[in-house]
């Protein structure tokens, strides 16, 4: 059992012995926190996808570890002390409930790296990251509002946060382009990972005439919900959810995080690490957009890829104005794109959609 | 042939002797299930009962968080097991934890950035009104109405987990926070922290009061008449009656001294290690405390053990996530068996095996 050897010299490193890592013969050690089980099909899953990409990536360069179930809070702090302790060089922990958490374990520990996915405090061993998934939701908002035959859409959203607003303002104002009479029904689900909720979340829309459903949760419960409807049609959430093609998952927004985390290591190993914050969209190739099924017409298929392709290549801004906000203000003027200070601390809806954002 | 039989009295060894037993039999069955997930069954034994307590890396940093984890246990563990001893089913312990630490946050909160020593006990007190609210619903919902204390209590738990989304997004929320849900953070602000009094030891206001009460229940139970009538209330209700023990007064007094000990735990956890209100908050200890309070057989000093057993499966469970990469559901898993093996161990109390002898059909 070499396991403690191996720590105490992890460990030493982490009281801060000096040396980088790379110049060590040991792995360098990587921890992950995850907020869900790694089999939720969703969120945690793609960061454990992340995770595997970057043990095949280095091989035995790296050692990872992982803690599943963490909730957001003194626990927290705890998994990640203890990880630290245990001689983690770098500690991924991906959810924003953990951003006091991290920022209070980091302070004892300056020599090891922390990221933050989706927070937005940082420290000098603290990088935060995120990706710009709107761009992935005004794909899906546009292949809703052609696919829609009752011009009604339902959206399952989770929490009223910036991050959650942004993506129904994006997937609608491209609804809204591709189909002026498309209508939004918002239904605040309060989790983001509670299959019995989601389903009856789903259900409720079907039942006021939703025919496209949307969702900001992340179990397949909706798209169950969806095929035992019948045409009626959704997307994959964070994963692919490729078993439910190809009706009615007729596509599906991508989180990828493997080449930030392959990068982010590399850094680390290099020397080069420095704390920073990250929002990668299509173009970083951060967000995806799952295979277009052929369940959807051609025509579409194409308009939804072209859209895709200009957003990657920087050519279009999905928040493009001219926008007003739901009370009629104006937001931005013709031409005109938004700035992510806004877009990070988005609190209202655009105009057209119907409803409150709860508080 | 092996039969039960009743024994005449209740055997005193083995009432001691099954939370060692099911502690025993957890360690076996465990063993055998993480063999069977690919890890040394020694190891992770070793992992989760020895290495937060003796392991050189681990231990200084574990042995305080025992107490942190093993604090808000106890104090509503406490609560809940005059209840029970009583017969009165306060199930609903986690809506009270809740609506403590929301009512002690937002007292102090409303204060915000006031520097001045009276918060902190202002906040503790407005956190065990808050439980006590709580706990008086089903309590005199049952008194007036004859209501199923334990759906009742139940179903609040629920109820106060809205409010404290709600609250999280708004009432509460940090008004610096960008938007996101969850309050200002308590601890970050000296008047309110809930701080270590010792440094290093993991000993914060919660886990001293839980300490106070394992006293205090300990004196009411075993040497004050209202202990002895509440006893006599739950083990021969009738004879109780005819004592002059009015039932209805029992029911309150139960989720009165439980619904505010669980209320101060919230508020101690909300100003301590957890930080801030959040939707999350709740972190399941109202439930895991009804394990521990039978664990303890009900008794304050058993409850203090208990306790402290269940923080340790908990952080050595994770440590042996962490070191030997067992899933989290096997540690549930593990948890959940030591209930299990309490409850099968404990039909030995009230009955003896006999064996090789037939019974007729």
Same mark, same amino acid.
């Given at each position: 059992?070499?396991?403690?050897?191996?720590?105490?010299?992890?460990?030493?490193?982490?009281?801060?012995?000096?040396?980088?890592?790379?110049?060590?013969?040991?792995?360098?050690?990587?921890?992950?926190?995850?907020?869900?089980?790694?089999?939720?099909?969703?969120?945690?899953?793609?960061?454990?996808?992340?995770?595997?990409?970057?043990?095949?990536?280095?091989?035995?360069?790296?050692?990872?570890?992982?803690?599943?179930?963490?909730?957001?809070?003194?626990?927290?702090?705890?998994?990640?002390?203890?990880?630290?302790?245990?001689?983690?060089?770098?500690?991924?922990?991906?959810?924003?409930?953990?951003?006091?958490?991290?920022?209070?374990?980091?302070?004892?520990?300056?020599?090891?790296?922390?990221?933050?996915?989706?927070?937005?405090?940082?420290?000098?061993?603290?990088?935060?990251?995120?990706?710009?998934?709107?761009?992935?939701?005004?794909?899906?908002?546009?292949?809703?509002?052609?696919?829609?035959?009752?011009?009604?859409?339902?959206?399952?959203?989770?929490?009223?946060?910036?991050?959650?607003?942004?993506?129904?303002?994006?997937?609608?104002?491209?609804?809204?382009?591709?189909?002026?009479?498309?209508?939004?029904?918002?239904?605040?689900?309060?989790?983001?990972?509670?299959?019995?909720?989601?389903?009856?979340?789903?259900? /409720?829309?079907? &039942?006021?005439?939703? !025919?496209?459903? =949307?969702?900001?949760? #992340?179990?397949?419960?909706?798209?169950?919900?969806? %095929?035992?409807?019948?045409?009626?049609?959704?997307?994959?959430?964070?994963?692919?959810?490729?078993?439910?093609?190809?009706?009615?998952?007729?596509?599906?927004?991508?989180?990828?995080?493997?080449?930030?985390?392959?990068?982010?290591?590399?850094?680390?190993?290099?020397?080069?690490?420095?704390?920073?914050?990250?929002?990668?969209?299509?173009?970083?190739?951060?967000?995806?957009?799952?295979?277009?099924?052929?369940?959807?017409?051609?025509?579409?298929?194409?308009?939804?890829?072209?859209?895709?392709?200009?957003?990657?290549?920087?050519?279009?801004?999905?928040?493009?104005?001219?926008?007003?906000?739901?009370?009629?203000?104006?937001?931005? /003027?013709?031409? &005109?794109?938004?700035? !992510?200070?806004? =877009?990070?601390?988005? #609190?209202?809806?655009?105009?057209?959609?119907?409803? %409150?954002?709860?508080? | 042939?092996?039969?039960?039989?009743?024994?005449?009295?209740?055997?005193?060894?083995?009432?001691?002797?099954?939370?060692?037993?099911?502690?025993?039999?957890?360690?076996?069955?465990?063993?055998?299930?993480?063999?069977?997930?690919?890890?040394?069954?020694?190891?992770?034994?070793?992992?989760?009962?020895?290495?937060?307590?003796?392991?050189?890396?681990?231990?200084?940093?574990?042995?305080?968080?025992?107490?942190?984890?093993?604090?808000?246990?106890?104090?509503?563990?406490?609560?809940?097991?005059?209840?029970?001893?009583?017969?009165?089913?306060?199930?609903?312990?986690?809506?009270?934890?809740?609506?403590?630490?929301?009512?002690?946050?937002?007292?102090?909160?409303?204060?915000?950035?006031?520097?001045?020593?009276?918060?902190?006990?202002?906040?503790?007190?407005?956190?065990?009104?808050?439980?006590?609210?709580?706990?008086?619903?089903?309590?005199?919902?049952?008194?007036?109405?004859?209501?199923?204390?334990?759906?009742?209590?139940?179903?609040?738990?629920?109820?106060?987990?809205?409010?404290?989304?709600?609250?999280?997004?708004?009432?509460?929320?940090?008004?610096?926070?960008?938007?996101?849900?969850?309050?200002?953070?308590?601890?970050?602000?000296?008047?309110?922290?809930?701080?270590?009094?010792?440094?290093?030891?993991?000993?914060?206001?919660?886990?001293?009061?839980?300490?106070?009460?394992?006293?205090?229940?300990?004196?009411?139970?075993?040497?004050?008449?209202?202990?002895?009538?509440?006893?006599?209330?739950?083990?021969?209700?009738?004879?109780?009656?005819?004592?002059?023990?009015?039932?209805?007064?029992?029911?309150?007094?139960?989720?009165?001294?439980?619904?505010?000990?669980?209320?101060?735990?919230?508020?101690?956890?909300?100003?301590?290690?957890?930080?801030?209100?959040?939707?999350?908050?709740?972190?399941?200890?109202?439930?895991?405390?009804?394990?521990?309070?039978?664990?303890?057989?009900?008794?304050?000093?058993?409850?203090?053990?208990?306790?402290?057993?269940?923080?340790?499966?908990?952080?050595?469970?994770?440590?042996?996530?962490?070191?030997?990469?067992?899933?989290?559901?096997?540690?549930?898993?593990?948890?959940?068996?030591?209930?299990?093996?309490?409850?099968?161990?404990?039909?030995?109390?009230?009955?003896?095996?006999?064996?090789?002898?037939?019974?007729?059909?």
């Amino acid at each position: 059992m070499h396991r403690r050897t191996l720590l105490s010299t992890a460990a030493a490193l982490a009281m801060g012995l000096g040396l980088p890592a790379a110049a060590q013969d040991d792995p360098m050690k990587i921890g992950f926190i995850y907020v869900g089980p790694i089999g939720d099909g969703g969120w945690t899953y793609t960061h454990n996808q992340g995770r595997l990409a970057v043990e095949e990536h280095f091989g035995d360069a790296v050692e990872t570890v992982y803690q599943e179930s963490v909730p957001e809070g003194a626990d927290a702090v705890r998994a990640m002390t203890q990880m630290a302790l245990s001689g983690a060089d770098m500690i991924f922990a991906t959810s924003f409930g953990y951003m006091d958490q991290v920022l209070e374990v980091a302070e004892k520990f300056p020599e090891v790296k922390f990221e933050h996915a989706t927070g937005y405090k940082r420290a000098d061993n603290v990088s935060t990251y995120s990706a710009r998934f709107y761009e992935g939701r005004a794909v899906q908002g546009h292949i809703a509002g052609r696919m829609t035959d009752t011009n009604v859409i339902g959206y399952i959203a989770s929490y009223p946060i910036p991050e959650v607003i942004r993506g129904i303002n994006s997937a609608y104002i491209h609804a809204k382009k591709a189909n002026p009479d498309v209508e939004f029904r918002v239904v605040w689900a309060y989790t983001w990972f509670d299959p019995a909720k989601e389903a009856d979340a789903a259900t /409720a829309l079907i &039942e006021q005439g939703a !025919d496209v459903i =949307l969702q900001h949760t #992340d179990s397949t419960a909706p798209l169950a919900a969806a %095929e035992a409807a019948g045409d009626v049609i959704g997307f994959g959430q964070a994963s692919d959810m490729a078993e439910y093609k190809p009706s009615p998952r007729v596509s599906s927004i991508l989180d990828i995080w493997g080449p930030y985390y392959i990068d982010r290591i590399q850094a680390a190993m290099d020397g080069t690490w420095e704390s920073q914050d990250t929002w990668h969209g299509i173009g970083d190739g951060m967000v995806g957009i799952g295979e277009i099924t052929d369940a959807v017409p051609a025509e579409v298929r194409e308009e939804a890829l072209a859209l895709k392709e200009s957003i990657a290549s920087g050519e279009y801004h999905p928040f493009t104005g001219p926008i007003n906000r739901q009370d009629g203000s104006p937001w931005l /003027a013709d031409g &005109e794109t938004a700035d !992510d200070g806004t =877009l990070l601390g988005m #609190d209202f809806y655009v105009e057209g959609l119907t409803g %409150e954002i709860p508080n | 042939m092996i039969a039960l039989e009743k024994r005449p009295q209740p055997s005193r060894l083995w009432r001691a002797a099954t939370p060692l037993l099911a502690v025993a039999l957890t360690m076996l069955a465990g063993g055998v299930m993480f063999a069977a997930l690919g890890a040394d069954p020694v190891e992770a034994i070793r992992v989760i009962f020895w290495d937060p307590l003796f392991d050189p890396d681990f231990a200084a940093y574990s042995r305080p968080q025992l107490l942190v984890k093993a604090g808000p246990l106890i104090l509503i563990a406490i609560g809940l097991a005059i209840g029970f001893r009583s017969g009165v089913w306060n199930i609903g312990a986690e809506g009270q934890y809740i609506m403590g630490a929301i009512c002690g946050a937002g007292a102090a909160l409303a204060l915000y950035p006031a520097e001045t020593r009276a918060i902190l006990p202002l906040a503790v007190l407005a956190g065990a009104l808050g439980g006590w609210a709580w706990g008086m619903i089903p309590a005199l919902l049952k008194v007036r109405f004859g209501t199923n204390e334990i759906l009742v209590s139940l179903m609040l738990v629920y109820v106060a987990e809205s409010i404290l989304a709600s609250v999280s997004s708004g009432l509460l929320q940090n008004p610096e926070g960008m938007g996101f849900p969850g309050s200002r953070n308590l601890a970050q602000w000296d008047a309110a922290a809930n701080r270590e009094l010792i440094a290093g030891t993991g000993m914060h206001w919660g886990v001293l009061t839980a300490f106070v009460a394992v006293i205090a229940a300990y004196v009411l139970m075993s040497r004050h008449i209202l202990g002895f009538q509440l006893r006599l209330s739950g083990e021969a209700p009738r004879a109780a009656r005819f004592a002059g023990v009015v039932p209805g007064r029992v029911v309150v007094i139960c989720f009165a001294i439980s619904g505010a000990l669980a209320g101060m735990a919230g508020f101690f956890e909300v100003a301590g290690p957890a930080g801030q209100i959040s939707i999350d908050f709740g972190s399941f200890y109202g439930f895991t405390a009804i394990i521990v309070a039978f664990l303890g057989r009900l008794h304050p000093v058993g409850i203090l053990l208990a306790g402290l057993l269940m923080a340790l499966t908990y952080i050595g469970g994770e440590l042996a996530q962490l070191m030997l990469g067992l899933p989290a559901a096997a540690i549930q898993l593990f948890q959940g068996m030591l209930l299990f093996f309490l409850l099968a161990t404990d039909v030995f109390v009230n009955y003896r095996l006999r064996l090789g002898r037939r019974e007729a059909a």
